[in-house]
């Protein structure tokens, strides 16, 4: 087992290291992209089959549309384009002919939907209408990192269109509190939520609201993000309805999207020393048992007993590790940088004593446990204690890396500290202060809280009255 | 409800209604891409949700790779660039500047994986290496049909690599067998399985295996194929291993795919007059409850009764329509059209004499039934039988629609006659012969059956003796 990069002195290689020594994703030979390999691709499909209910449990029904957007459809929205052209990457040839008109792959999928949601909606009757995809979108990023920033990533993205502006609050909001429930129930990761700056926010958008996690360098890492897109793209695209009053009107948009960076997210906040740790709920391994053994006698009764502690796991996803040209040793060390939560050692003197040793991926703790208490029911009370033990962990990160900065002195002590993390500051709600802060401190504002608490404050670096509660953080 | 043109007498404009009127699809804005609305899409869903644990099954793991492929990648393995390079979109621009290297969205991911198998295979420990993955494609066709034919396409894409040729043809045949098997438990559709001719293998493989089905209107449509790629592929990328003997080899290769068609394969295997028939194991609803009323007292009672029947029908899959502004006849009509296996009646007159009217879609069979016997037993009952009956007629269809030809008149005669169909003849062996049928008769050769069939005949065609015994058919 090559060896990992210490997580303390050297995040950035760390991360690399573990994504690499977990066999999670590794460069692919065009720029910017990832493979994702069986264990990566894995951990994807635990979150898709996961937040695929929930989107379904909105009443929004999947659908797919075409990843090449004519030109003339995507320049229609102005802030849109000016927004994302930039980073299209473009067909201009087909079938061994240059194109009449450019075809952009999707960076993502506003323009093609609204444009065809004028055809779909005529009456009121018609709305809300909710749709999303699992799609695999391109943005030209020129500085990438695995999962955290590829051109191409994968991703589910929901669009709406309602009748009223505060339908489609309601909208965006009920995705928002979907990803934070998914990100604390399935990933053991707590976020906190607010709007984005309004020089933060999505290109087109009325406004923006996002979901914040703090990874354990300090820094801030966006998780899924939700749009009120008003009615920019109904005017853009002419959609517009017929109203219980009889009048036309333009509905609504909303779009929300959380992206395979959830893996990178998942690795920067719950990653440790040893690799990475997988919350239960979502790990496509959640016990290992390796088997410990020197002579063919000693292998046959410990294999045989491995699978019958297998057997006897019901509803628990479990591997016993067969493989007989690698030591206990370093299946220990691989699947603990894999971060499977439970580690399962049985050898000839723990069958000698009618028990197995077991140890957990989120404490380091080793426990010998009688074999009649190994079984299906203690063993998912464990991964449900597991589960919720690194939820608290990250949740006590979380509290201990948050602060309040009253002064420019307080804001740069903590942004500038070793641990990192997140200031709350009064702002003027002036987009030059927030850029100040920006290159001065390499820390941008994630999301504003209750302006309430910005009240009769001044901003600490601009000394001019505060309007907003601004969260300040370094950023992935 | 707009009508269906007539299945008999104009079968690909009936098509086109089918999928218009039962909403599954419609054509985007970009050419020859559609988009897939939630009906349309929730059959991919099922689709996808059932072949993915069979591809599991085989020991197949999911990953996935990038949809760009360099020019200098895309052109190592000289047969398959020529069949490929001139279906291919192609972008010269990304992030504003034109690139240095050409890239080419996927018209298939041959060339990606293997070049990346060469550094993910060492051993022969490694092998075999099996990998799946669900993607989205880009062939430029020119003229394309909503899921039969269109520019993007999604699929899924199996790509294995073995030690002996003997590994990889066993692998080629559990892939055929996958589909067969999924084509009739999930689809309710028989297929016959064999070998292409040489000419029409797919373009850098060794052979290709396919299946193909039968429509309705007696043309062959292929379903699954599965190549063996030889070691081709392992010499264009240099992919080789060390052997238990020590020495360098080379693996064989395989990959199989089945595609978005299969949804237009089940349009035009199993749609009648009445638009889609969907069979029961996939079909997002199974069961329909129409509820009909004219005043609020009858309105109040029947939707009471009919949410009672949903309750009970645990396990099956089933909707209750409650749309007020539609008639009963027109719900009646449209979820035939959408090819919902069974639609439950329940007016006054039912509830009075405590009964429902069951109507079967598969046969139109209208019967009484006691409400005491609507139940999730009774029903799931019924639409294993419907299965089963549906893929019964399929059946019936495919052996009466396939013949025999001994000469050339014959092998003429099959072809053209209205209701079409397949012709097993003795074959040359010789790409100018099968040729010559396609030219004149505007049939291929589908597959190849037990060349034991062709021994000491001739060629109807070309008079000369026989070596394959071939299944000729104008084809989707």
Redesign the interface.
């Known amino acids: 087992m090559a060896r990992i990069a210490d997580q303390k002195t050297d995040f950035p290689q760390w991360y690399l290291d573990v994504i690499a020594q977990a066999d999670l994703a590794?460069h692919?030979?065009?720029r910017g992209?990832?493979?994702?390999?069986?264990y990566g691709?894995?951990l994807?499909?635990a979150i898709q089959h996961d937040l695929n209910q929930r989107i379904k449990d909105l009443g929004v029904?999947?659908?797919?549309?075409?990843?090449?957007?004519?030109e003339s459809?995507l320049m229609k929205e102005k802030d849109h384009i000016e927004g994302f052209?930039?980073?299209?990457?473009?067909?201009?040839?087909?079938?061994?002919k240059e194109l009449t008109e450019k075809?952009y792959?999707r960076p993502t999928s506003e323009t093609?939907i609204y444009?065809?949601f004028a055809?779909w909606v005529q009456s009121y009757?018609d709305l809300p209408m909710k749709?999303n995809q699992w799609?695999?979108v391109?943005r030209?990023e020129?500085r990438t990192r695995p999962f955290l920033r590829t051109?191409?990533f994968?991703w589910q993205e929901g669009h709406t269109m309602h009748a009223t502006k505060e339908e489609a609050d309601q909208m965006v909001m009920a995705a928002l509190q979907m990803y934070t429930d998914f990100d604390r129930d399935m990933l053991a990761i707590p976020v906190l939520k607010g709007k984005k700056p309004e020089h933060e926010k999505f290109a087109g958008a009325l406004y923006t609201m996002t979901t914040e996690a703090l990874a354990r360098d300090g820094k801030a890492i966006q998780a899924g993000t939700s749009h009120n897109l008003g009615q920019g793209f109904s005017e853009a695209y002419d959609v517009k309805y017929l109203s219980k009053e009889g009048k036309q009107e333009r509905p609504f948009m909303t779009s929300w999207g959380l992206s395979t960076r959830i893996i990178g997210t998942l690795i920067v906040v719950h990653g440790d020393e040893k690799g990475l740790r997988i919350p239960p709920a979502m790990a496509p391994i959640q016990v290992v048992i390796v088997p410990i053994y020197k002579s063919d006698d000693e292998k046959e009764a410990v294999l045989k007993a491995a699978h019958e502690i297998e057997k006897s796991l019901d509803d628990v996803r479990v591997k016993v590790d067969l493989r007989d040209?690698k030591s206990p040793g370093f299946k220990f060390a691989e699947w603990e940088v894999k971060g499977v939560p439970i580690r399962i050692e049985l050898g000839p003197k723990d069958l000698a004593q009618n028990q197995v040793t077991m140890v957990r991926r989120d404490t380091s703790e080793k426990s010998a446990v009688p074999l009649a208490q190994v079984n299906g029911m203690s063993v998912r009370v464990l991964l449900e204690t597991i589960q919720q033990n690194m939820l608290a962990q990250a949740e006590e990160f979380l509290k201990t890396h948050t602060h309040v900065a009253m002064t420019k002195e307080e804001l740069t002590a903590i942004i500038e500290s070793d641990a990192g993390g997140m200031a709350w500051a009064a702002w003027d709600g002036e987009k030059e202060t927030a850029m100040k802060v920006q290159n001065e401190l390499k820390a941008s504002i994630r999301l504003l809280g209750d302006p309430a608490e910005a009240h009769g404050k001044t901003d600490p670096v601009s000394g001019k009255p505060a309007t907003e509660w601004a969260l300040y953080a370094k950023a992935y």
Chains 1, 2 share one sequence.
């Open positions: 590794e692919a030979e065009v992209c990832i493979i994702f390999k069986p691709y894995a994807w499909e029904s999947n659908v797919y549309f075409p990843m090449l957007i004519p459809i052209a930039p980073e299209c990457a473009v067909v201009t040839h087909g079938g061994g075809l792959i093609i444009s065809t055809k009757r749709i799609a695999n391109v030209w020129m051109l191409e994968l040209e």
